[in-house]
């Protein structure tokens, strides 16, 4: 029975083959489903939308399968400094249950496993056995696999913020089509190749000028605004001071009490600091033949704005002095209350990072909005609290002091902006291979010449090589042109071996066909 992925050249169906087999798919059970999105009709695509094409929810076996699977390769931040974007996290004790965790530690975990996965992952070495042990449990990613893509409309992928692997031979893009990332989604995207269709007509009505692909991470959402505190201190006015008592009636009499000093009034809260803006999450292309204009939309949301001080209490007015048997002085005035700070606006968030990763990289132009979110305003500080007034008496007591005007919060940082990788991938290849025939139960041992053989800094195997979009076994790689591989069982036949490389994704196929000779 003939699947679409036999009627592929070899190293477009090997390079297919090797991205699912990363996720464990079957290429000739799952590469299946053309899926066209009708202009006018956006389409929303997750896992669980029913069409031709396989969709499934895949765990990871560990953090560097998850890398492997969906991330960023630490080859693309080689010279670079993305310091400030993957920034250090504290260890975290593997010892203890997951139940055990305090919040900071799983959040510190969760942030190391996103900057493993889509940034330079030895700068998470150290944390590397309580990622697996605590985070990758819960990790997942809904992987969608067709043979075509047909986007003639609006294309919406994500839903409940897990990593989205697109993996299809061909994706075409039609005037009013693009791609749209929603729910804080990455996207992974693994094609053979990515076509723009259009006629000179319909140009302005896509870009402007030209035609491409549209891919629209859009623009996170803004921070929410820190609350303003309460408009005043907690009495709005301090209580009064009392007023003095009047003197006795005998002989001597006694000296009338002074009135008491009005209370200070209350100092007011601050307002609440404005929430940072959301950052768009990296997306990730693997293209065999790009050459189309590519425009892409993927800014931080802006920070929230920091709220409002309260107003500071009025002073309490001062007591009023006796009146009988001799002078007395009056109370003094409450001092006001001091206006509560205003909140400090939240940092914007970061654009987007996109890279694409092509061996054939012959766009015309790429144009890229990957602005970080503007810093949120700072809160406007709170008024002062009014004096009380002194009291009457001989003499009249003095007035309080106003309060302070609370100080105006700072405004928050803007956003780092994203960053656009583009590089052109140059693929492994087969030039010679022995012997050239072998049973078809397997078991011949390769020796591969070529090029761009890779293994992994650990030693793990990157380069696979697969015959008949089946792989091999028992891959040794000896040096960037030396390879000894074992054959799996196969049908009768002579086919290409296919080369591939699992970080770059760069395939290609030798000259030569292996024969497997019936039993």
């Known amino acids: 029975m003939s699947h679409p992925i036999d009627k592929l050249p070899a190293k477009e169906a090997g390079r297919i083959a090797s991205h699912l087999r990363v996720f464990g798919l079957d290429p000739k059970i799952h590469f299946k489903g053309h899926l066209d999105v009708p202009e006018g009709k956006p389409l929303r695509l997750t896992h669980a939308t029913h069409t031709t094409g396989h969709h499934a929810l895949i765990k990871p076996r560990d953090i560097d399968h998850a890398k492997l699977a969906v991330g960023i390769p630490d080859c693309a931040f080689d010279g670079m400094n993305y310091i400030s974007r993957f920034p250090m996290q504290e260890p ?18 969760r942030i190391a496993a996103h900057c493993y996965i ?25 992987v969608l696999v067709y043979t075509q893509l047909d986007i003639r409309s609006e294309l919406i992928l994500g839903n409940e913020g897990r990593p989205i692997v697109l993996i299809a031979h061909t994706i075409n893009f ?26 000179q007509s319909s140009r302005a009505k896509i870009f402007g000028e030209g035609d491409g692909v549209r891919i629209n991470l859009g623009t996170a959402q803004g921070g929410a605004d820190g609350p303003d505190a309460s408009n005043e201190g907690n009495k709005s006015k301090a209580d009064n001071g009392k007023n003095g008592t009047n003197g006795g009636c005998c002989d001597s009499g006694t000296s009338p009490t002074n009135g008491e ?31 189309t204009n590519v425009d892409v939309v993927a800014k931080g949301g ?3 704005k920091g709220g409002n001080g309260g107003k500071g209490g009025n002073g309490g007015d001062g007591g009023n002095a006796g009146t009988i048997n001799g002078p007395a002085t009056g109370g003094k005035g409450g001092n006001g209350g001091d206006g509560g700070a205003g909140g400090n ?10 890279a694409i990763y092509a061996e054939d990289l012959t766009t015309k132009s790429f144009n890229a909005d990957t602005a ?18 002194g009291g009457t008496g001989t003499p009249n007591g003095s007035n309080g002091a106003p309060g302070l005007a609370g100080v105006p919060g700072t405004s928050g940082l803007s956003g780092r902006n994203g960053t656009i990788i583009t590089a052109k991938i140059t693929p492994p290849s087969i030039s010679t291979f022995s012997p050239m025939n072998g049973p078809a139960t397997g078991g011949t041992v390769l020796a591969i010449t070529g090029a761009n053989f890779a293994k992994s800094s650990d030693g793990s195997v990157v380069t696979e090589f697969l015959i008949d979009n089946v792989l091999c076994t028992n891959i040794v790689i ?17 086919y290409p071996i296919v080369v591939v490389n699992l970080v770059t994704k760069a395939a290609a196929a030798s000259p030569l066909g292996f024969t497997v000779d019936a039993a």
Not at 174 to 181: A, E, H, K, L, N
């Open 92 to 109: 975290v004790c593997v010892e203890q249950d997951r139940c055990d965790l305090c919040p900071d530690a799983y959040r510190r975990l």
């Open 118 to 142: 889509f940034g330079p992952s030895y700068r998470y070495a150290h944390m590397k056995t309580a990622i697996n042990k605590f985070i990758v449990p819960v990790l997942e990613s809904e």
């Open 174 to 199: 039609y005037p009013g089509g693009s791609i749209r990332v929603v729910g804080n989604c990455e996207l992974i995207v693994q094609s053979t190749y990515v076509n723009y269709h259009t006629s």
């Open 261 to 291: 000093n009005g209370e200070t009034g209350n100092s007011a809260k601050p307002g609440q600091p404005g929430k940072p803006g959301e950052s768009i999450h990296p997306t990730v292309w693997y293209i065999q033949t790009l050459n």
């Open 302 to 304: 802006s920070g929230g």
């Open 345 to 354: 606006g939240g940092d914007g968030g970061f654009g987007g990072d996109v």
């Open 372 to 389: 970080g979110g503007i810093g949120g305003k700072g809160g406007n500080g709170g008024e002062p609290g009014l004096p009380g007034f």
């Open 478 to 494: 000896k040096s960037s042109t030396s390879a000894e591989v074992t054959t799996p069982v196969l049908n009768p036949g002579t």
